[in-house]
């Protein structure tokens, strides 16, 4: 018997099981998260999740070779988008049809940071303190994502009429 003629989507490729290792002790250095266990049972949870199928649903989906954009960038545009408590970003269900790729990470880090301080992952105190890093460790979290759990063969069929 010989090898099967391909492999499945759903396993690693070569490289990314260490890359996403790398990632995980990167993020639990910057999360407050005293193991393993702990940063994935909140990746698993209400308060990532969410907002993590939004975006694929919103921007990944439709753009999966999509790169990554400029950290501090991003992580600085949704600090200020905290800070001023911007409604294009905090609002329920905001109008993203003509989102840029940067809105829509930006979306992203500040519903993750939004639920997660009213959780008490953060308190205002860090988020005074520490805005810039929280917000580019939850960029890490959405990079984290896309290096690990997403797959475009995962994606349901685009329908046309």
């Given at each position: 018997?010989?090898?099967?003629?391909?492999?499945?989507?759903?396993?690693?490729?070569?490289?990314?099981?260490?890359?996403?290792?790398?990632?995980?002790?990167?993020?639990?250095?910057?999360?407050?998260?005293?193991?393993?266990?702990?940063?994935?049972?909140?990746?698993?949870?209400?308060?990532?999740?969410?907002?993590?199928?939004?975006?694929?649903?919103?921007?990944?989906?439709?753009?999966?070779?999509?790169?990554?954009?400029?950290?501090?960038?991003?992580?600085?545009?949704?600090?200020?988008?905290?800070?001023?408590?911007?409604?294009?970003?905090?609002?329920?269900?905001?109008?993203?049809?003509?989102?840029?790729?940067?809105?829509?990470?930006?979306?992203?880090?500040?519903?993750?940071?939004?639920?997660?301080?009213?959780?008490?992952?953060?308190?205002?105190?860090?988020?005074?303190?520490?805005?810039?890093?929280?917000?580019?460790?939850?960029?890490?979290v959405?990079a984290?994502?896309?290096?690990?759990?997403?797959?475009?063969?995962?994606?349901?069929?685009?329908?046309?009429?």
């Open positions: 018997m010989g090898q099967p003629a391909h492999q499945s989507s759903q396993q690693p490729l070569p490289g990314s099981v260490q890359l996403s290792s790398q990632h995980e002790r990167l993020i639990l250095e910057l999360l407050p998260f005293k193991d393993l266990h702990q940063f994935h049972e909140w990746l698993s949870g209400v308060y990532v999740r969410g907002s993590w199928h939004e975006f694929v649903r919103d921007f990944l989906s439709r753009n999966p070779a999509a790169p990554e954009l400029d950290k501090t960038k991003t992580a600085q545009t949704a600090k200020d988008a905290i800070n001023s408590r911007n409604v294009q970003y905090l609002i329920y269900h905001p109008d993203k049809g003509a989102w840029t790729a940067q809105e829509h990470h930006v979306r992203f880090i500040v519903a993750v940071v939004s639920d997660n301080m009213l959780k008490g992952l953060w308190s205002e105190s860090d988020w005074k303190k520490r805005s810039l890093e929280i917000s580019k460790a939850v960029y890490e959405l984290f994502l896309r290096a690990t759990a997403f797959t475009p063969e995962s994606l349901p069929p685009q329908y046309e009429a």
